[in-house]
DNA sequence: TATTAACACGAAAACGGTTTCGCTATTTTC
DNA sequence: GAAAATAGCGAAACCGTTTTCGTGTTAATA
C-alpha cells in the first residue's frame, strides 16, 4: 500500500524546501525554468496530487455544493439533481446530497452537518414539514454565516436568497385553458395539501383560467390528497362527480385516474381528458400517453447551480446582496390523453 | 453577517489556551469542571461547531463517502442510493455524489476528484464503458492507496475489494422456470449489450432453466438491445417470432413490449407472459400491472455503506484484508402480467 | 519535612498545503 | 565600478483542529 505522495517528500528528496515545491508545481515565476523542470517531473512520475483538505481548510473554499432534497427516488427531484451534479463538476465542484425526506428536522440536521465547513454553499427544496411549519431559522443561520444558498422549486418569501421555480401558475393557467378550450366544463383538480407552495400556486392557475372563461369554480371537483402516494380517495371522487376533463399536480395522480376512468369504461380523450405534471417515465409509457406538463428539471438545477457558483466565486464584493429569482418556463408535452 | 467561531476566539475571550479549550469542549479529564463548565457554557451560547475540514485534516477522516454511479434518473440506482444515504446519514457519514454517466472517462475523472482527501472511501458501479472496456487501473490505484472500495451491482472479478450483488442468475432462472411451470415454450429474452455483469448473469440463469426443462434453446428468441432507452427493433422481434412469453432485463422493455403485444391483438397474460426487472414506478402502474424481480435496492445500498464503514473504521488492523461479497436475495413479485 | 503523585493547564508540533517576506547572489543601470 | 534592480529560493506564518509533552501547584505519602 503505497500511501498518497506529499509537498514534504517531495521537498525532501529533491533537497528543496517545500515553498519551492508549492510554487514549482503551480508555476510560479519567482522559481526558474530548471527547478521547476525537474519538481514537475518529480511529482508528475510519483502522480502527486495535492490533498483537497489541505487545500481547502488554507483557502477556506471547500469546492463542495451541499444539496438537500426531500426525497430522491423521484423523478423531478433527480432530473434536477442530474442538473446540479452536471454543471457543478463542469466547475469542478462536487456536489453532497442529503435526503431530508419531507422531514424537518433531518432538513435542520443534515444543514447543521454540512454548514460547519464542508461545503461553499447550499441548493435545497424544502421539505413538506418545513412549509407546513413555516420554520426557517436554520434557514436564515445559514445565510447569515454568509453562506450563499439558493431554494428551487420548494421555496419560502421568507428567506432572502436566490430561488429558481417554475411558472407553475401560469402553465397550470395554459393547461386548464387548454382543456376549456377542448370544450371541457366539469375539470378537476388533483392536488397535494396545499402547504406545498407548488400546489397552491397550481390551483391559483386553475381558478384564473375558470374564473376567466366564467366557468363557476366547483370546490367538489378539487380533490386533495396527501402527498404519499396514497391513492385511495380517487376512486370515490370519479364515481361521484360527473367529469369531463382532469388536471393533476403530479404523474401519479394522473395515470392512477387514467386507469380507474378506463376501467369505468369511459374512453381517454374522447369522454374525459387528463393532464399532469411531470414528464417521467410513466408519462411515457402510459395508455394512452399522458399530456403532461415538462418540468424541466435539469434546466432548473443547472441555474440554481449556476446561481449558486456565481455567488461563491464572487462572494468578496459584499456590495449590498442582490438576489434574483429565476422562474423556468415549463412546456405541456401533448400526447395521447387530451385532443389538442 | 457574523462569522463562525473558532477556538482561538474562544480561548482569548475567555483568557485560556486553546488546547484548553479543545480539551474542554472534548470533555477531557485533564480539565477541571470549573473551567469545562465555563468553556462549554460559552461555546453553546456562541454556537461554537467545530470546523470539519481542519478536523478532517488532523485526523485524516473526512466523515464522508464517495459513490460513482452510471446514472440518477433511474429507479434501481436511486433506490440503492436512499440506502446509502441512509445508512451513512445514521452513521454520521455524508454522502458524495458523482454520475459518469456510463462513461469511463468521467468515472475516472471523478475517482481523482475524490481519492485526493475528499472522501475515506468508496461505493460505486461500474459505467457501461468501464465494462466495456475492461480498464479498472484507476480502481486498482485507489484501492493500492488504501481507500477501502465497494462495488454493487455493475462489478469486476478483478478487483480484489468488497462486492454487493444480486443474485441475478438464481432470479432469472427462478423467473424462467416459473415461465415454463406456465406451461411457456418459446420463451423470448430482452437483454442489452452483455458486457453488463448483469446482462449476462440473468442470461445465464435464463439458459440454465431452458436447458434443465430440456427445451432447446432458440437463440432467434434472445434480442440485445443497445442499453439506452432506444427501444427499436422490439416489434419486428415480436412479430417475426412467435413467443408466448417475455423475459426482460428491465422494466423498459417490458413495458414497451407489454403495448406492442397488446397493439397486435394479443392477451397479457393468457397469450403471452411477461417478467421484468426492477420494481418500479412503471411496473405498478402499468395495464396490466407487471410481475417483476423487485432488486431491493434500499437494502443493497445498506449492506454497501456497512460493509465499506465497517472497512474505514477498522483500517489501522492491517491483517491481511479479507473482502467478501454480500448477495442481496431478489424477489418475484407477482402481479398481473404472469399467470401463477 | 522532604518526596512523590495527582491535578490543571499551556506550549508546541502536527495534518498538508499557500503565501508573504526576507535574504543572497547575480544582473542591470548610469 | 558603485548603486539599484531582479532572479531564485527558504523561513515562517497561517488555516482550525487534536494531541503529546512539559511545568507549576497542590495534595498525599513516608
Redesign the interface.
Known sequence: ????ITLKHIARELEVSISTVSKALNNSSEISRDTKDKIQAFAKLYNY??????V??KNKR?K?IGVIIPD????FF??V??GI??YA?QHGY??????SDESFDREVI?M???????IDGFIMALAGETQLKKDFNHLKEVT???IPLVLFDRVTDEIRCDKVVLNDAEIAYEATDSLIAEGRKRIALLTTDNFFSVSSSRELGYRKALEEHHISIDEQLILRLPYNEDVNGIESFLVANNIDAILSVNE?FA??CM?LV?KMGLKIPEDISVIGFTD???SK???PKLTTVAQHGDKMGEVAAKLLIEKIENDFDEEEEVFSTEVISATIIRRESTIN
Chains 1, 2 share one sequence.
Not at 496530487?49 to 489541505?54: F, H
Not at 430522491?72 to 423523478?75: A, P
Request: hydrophobic letters at 35%.
Open positions: 500500500m503505497k500511501r498518497k496530487k495535492p490533498n483537497n483538505i489541505a481547502s481548510l471547500t463542495n430522491i427516488v423521484h423523478h433527480t432530473t439533481f442530474r451534479e452536471q463538476n462536487n456536489v453532497i446530497v442529503c435526503v443534515n447543521e452537518m454540512l454548514a460547519n465547513g464542508s447569515e454565516q454568509g401519479i395515470i392512477h386507469g378506463q417521467g417515465i410513466l409509457y402510459s395508455e
